[in-house]
């Protein structure tokens, strides 16, 4: 029972990571991708790695709902469900991707992997807190803040160059001849409150 | 585990007849009681109606999602000692996992169709529904630290001597929060809101739409009994056997929540995003550090 769920569990993480790379629309690559984790933390949960597993489920379910929201945001695909190509750079992908997989598999067959059985009584979830508290805190604390600070690095600077220039210099739509005036509306040469008073020169 | 799992299944369709009635009191909308089985019979009699170029996969598949994460999530709640259906030592996390999927339900089932109004919906939904369910989060193990233990089971027996709603007075009023925005209702209602004609539903009819509602309804089930088992000892009470007690927190949580979602002002969302940053997740934030420092030994 449990060999027929692994292997099933196994063949849905691989079509729908296979998926991700066919779909052309960039929420239904995310939600595979998301389909593909489920399907990793579902067998998580049957190696005994209960809390891995469904927090696997649940950091994945809003991970790749926040990654479908930010790709469409910057992509200006709005909604994503216009067809567009998924893959880039064919024949590197390829290779990066052959070598990868020969690779992890190698590493697979190489390594001596435990056997033995989780003893049913083993606290796994408090060992797991243990753990990630104590002797392994530095490395998560850090690993973590480093990693948001990369996020919100990236966002600051990817979302400077706007449509019509850098997003702090408020917008300018380019001139309708090249070189030309800015097309749309013009902006008051004053504000709204100088105007009230000098109103007519 | 069997028994629990039937008895959830036998008492799920009242309940959720209970939540549709509680929608209908006091709004004028046609007969209270039977009102919501003739609505449900008409929708059932109707076509589902079709849209332009839709993901139709998942436009069939939302609402059957949606129903099932109502019913995974229900799965984890005791309803008595010893009787669970998943009897899970991360039960909460469970439910979390239930949670966070559901804003993905949501988004799928507004963005599938390929229409403006529900993908407005479904966007809207995802930028409130992400912070609401964090700071749930927050409160959750907030409520798992006296228990020193992530299954609900161990949450519900660690309030023999105290409910969590009075020792934790924050943390039923924030997971309320929380309630509002997974049954889209009241002024957590992003998705599904009368002023996108329907929101994420705007373009369903017939049994598509018969089944969201059912899941919205069974989500609302869901998500009172969890909040009783969490906040108010769940099958503890003097008296009435353990069952009895569940069901009766779980009916006055629903109602709460369907008065809840009545009673406070819908914002624009721009506003409602700036007070669950800033306002209601440092209070999930102060719940949890008041309830850390009550537990230290």
Not at chain 2, 165 to 177: A, C
Not at chain 2, 186 to 202: Q, V
């Amino acid at each position: 029972m449990t060999d027929a769920l692994f292997l099933a569990l196994s063949a849905l993480a691989i079509w729908s990571g296979w998926r991700v790379f066919r779909v052309d629309s960039m929420v239904r690559a995310s939600f595979q991708l998301m389909v593909s984790f489920i399907a990793v933390g579902l067998i998580a949960v049957l190696l005994a790695a209960p809390y891995i597993g469904i927090a696997t489920i649940f950091m994945m379910a809003v991970e790749m709902m926040v990654m479908a929201l930010f790709m469409v945001m910057f992509m200006m695909n709005p909604a994503g469900l216009n067809p567009m190509m998924m893959v880039h750079q064919h024949r590197f992908a390829v290779a990066a991707g052959i070598a990868a997989f020969a690779g992890l598999v190698l590493a697979v067959l190489l390594s001596d992997l435990p056997a033995q059985p989780v003893p049913a009584d083993a606290q796994v979830v408090r060992a797991l807190g243990h753990e990630l508290l104590g002797p392994s805190m530095l490395i998560f604390e850090t690993a973590g803040v480093t990693l948001l600070s990369a996020m919100i690095s990236a966002v600051v600077l990817s979302a400077h160059s706007g449509r019509y220039g850098g997003s702090d210099e408020g917008s300018r739509p380019p001139g309708l001849q090249p070189g030309g005036e800015p097309a749309g509306r013009k902006p008051d040469r004053h504000d709204g409150h100088h105007h009230h008073h000098h109103g007519g020169h | 585990m069997i028994l629990a799992a039937f008895s959830l299944l036998v008492a799920l369709p009242a309940l959720i007849w209970a939540a549709a009635v509680f929608d209908r009191v006091g709004t004028g909308r046609g007969a209270t009681v039977l009102g919501p089985l003739c609505n449900g019979a008409a929708l059932m009699l109707r076509p589902n109606t079709s849209t332009e170029a839709p993901d139709a996969l998942n436009r069939l598949l939302a609402p059957g999602w949606y129903l099932a994460l109502a019913l995974i999530g229900l799965s984890v709640v005791p309803l008595a000692p010893g009787i669970v259906a998943s009897e899970l030592s991360t039960g909460l996390v469970l439910w979390g996992a239930c949670e966070a999927l559901t804003v993905v339900v949501v988004f799928l089932h507004g963005w599938s169709p390929n229409s403006p109004l529900p993908l407005i919906g479904a966007y809207r939904y995802v930028a409130i529904g992400l912070p609401a369910m964090l700071l749930s989060m927050f409160v959750l193990i907030a409520a798992a630290l006296p228990a020193q233990s992530l299954s609900v089971v161990e949450v519900v027996e660690a309030q023999r001597g105290l409910w969590n709603v009075i020792r934790q007075p924050l943390g039923l009023p924030l997971f309320m929060g929380l309630g509002l925005a997974v049954t889209l209702r009241g002024p957590l209602d992003y998705a599904d809101g009368a002023e996108l004609a329907g929101g994420t539903s705007a373009e369903e009819s017939g049994p598509a739409l018969a089944l969201w509602q059912f899941a919205r309804l069974a989500m609302l089930v869901a998500f009172s009994a969890m909040a009783a088992s969490v906040f108010l000892g769940g099958y503890l009470g003097p008296g009435l056997p353990g069952p009895v007690w569940l069901l009766v927190k779980t009916v006055a949580v629903m109602a709460a929540t369907v008065a809840a979602g009545r009673w406070f002002a819908r914002t624009p969302p721009a506003r409602m995003l700036t007070f669950l940053w800033v306002i209601l997740l440092p209070l999930s934030f102060a719940n949890l550090a008041l309830v850390g420092l009550e537990v230290l030994p």
